[in-house]
């Protein structure tokens, strides 16, 4: 780690320890201490500017969700998300990835999603994943090397999809055990975490879930099954009782958008103790998709306010993978510029199914590269991942993010000009017809979002937002 950066995380590590001795009565003189301890010009010192500002007023949301960690989360858990994520995931990453940007004149994860199974528990309306079975399996061995792969690119951060990660509880405690400097967490469905499973959670502290609760009883059990709302009530009593950090991922469609996106929602997500909550948009994946699940242009408009109010007023973490594009830009440290919008495609993340196939987004079912033929780093530097890294983002409206719901007819060429094959394993569709499908979605949003766009103070055509 360079120096600049040694220093700032010594600096860190003084400000945690300074909050940690007594939350209530230093997080107010945060600010004066961090003057103190850290240096100017760091990585993280937008970020943490940010967080000086918030820590003058014990009112702000931001504020009490920072007194909400350190009060509810055990403090073993604690120090190891700080570690893991912070220190890591962030700040040693930023390093890492800089350097390898410029070597390899390629996308550097920041993220990696993989799906341990193809197998679930449940069959959810519009899920492509029950619909592959419990055929594929990556095995334990294929897991740690992908993370040891992605520890050399400087990643820290992992997330399982699938499937049912959960099905594979035991090799994913093992993987955490294995890798105790990296981060990890789950989207699951909640219904196999019991109190054994809570404590080997307790013991190897690094392992984070992201529960998929979409609205209230009705609307969860009516895409989920009947009683799964319940059982997912009883896992996050669980997991409260234990002091363990846990988050929500919600997936709005045009049946439950407005129970998902109302103040009772985000009120009940506090409650429940989450904090965070990622938002996702259905995408009509595979020829067994349900279209009529996705939003309108009008919804995607209420979920886009709805959330940007709430994240000023709610203890809470919020993101929204299509709303927040113009969040995720940066400026690449000699590299090709402005990077905004689309975070697929390895420029924050990707994805590895169940059959090793190295996808550019879990909603992106195209592959030119598979894990038990190509590195991590071969993968990247393929036609179709080069492919992305060209053309992102895919428009100068970084609310216009996605080459398939934004932008139809983007993925489609990037797919071609690759030679990207299909990975959906059972009703192969072409990157056309999925593109199809959004086109009258693209349309009508693409008129909302110019509002949008203009209305936030961004100019057309300007991408100098974040430097």
Known sequence: MGTKNALQAIGLRKIYEYIDKNPEENLPKLGEYMDRFLPEGGPLSVQLAAIKKILGDPNNNWYRMILDIFTNVDAEVRRTVFENLILNA?????????RLTKQYDCNIPWAILMDPTSAC??????CWAAEYGNRMN?????????????????CYFFLYT??????????LIRLCEAHPDSMFSAFTNATLIDEDFADEMLRVRNFVPAISAEGFEESTDSRRGTGTYRKIMRAMEILREKKLPFGISACYTSVNVYDVGSEEYFDQMVEWGAKFCW?????????????????TAEQRKFMYEQIRRFRSTKPIFTMDFWNDGEYSGYKEKNGPGYRGGCIAGGRRYLHINAGG???PCA??????SNIREKTLLEALRSPLFMGYRRNQPFHENLLRPCPVLD?????????????AKSTDYQAQETAEEYSEKCVEKAEKWAVVAEELWKCSGHCKGCLDLRE
């Open 162 to 171: 699938g499937g049912e990660p959960l099905v594979r509880r035991k090799d």
């Open 357 to 359: 196939d190295i996808e």
């Open 90 to 98: 962030t700040l040693k990453h930023k390093e890492i990835h800089d």
């Open 279 to 295: 938002f996702f948009t259905y995408m009509p994946v595979g020829k067994a998709a349900a279209p009529e699940l996705m939003v």
């Open 407 to 419: 932008n139809p007819g983007a993925l489609t060429r990037l797919v071609e000009e690759s030679k």
């Open 363 to 368: 909603f992106i079912h195209y592959s030119d």
């Open 138 to 154: 990556l095995t334990y061995e294929e897991l740690d090397d992908i993370i040891n792969q992605a520890n050399a690119l400087g």
């Open 121 to 126: 528990n449940l069959h959810c309306t519009g």
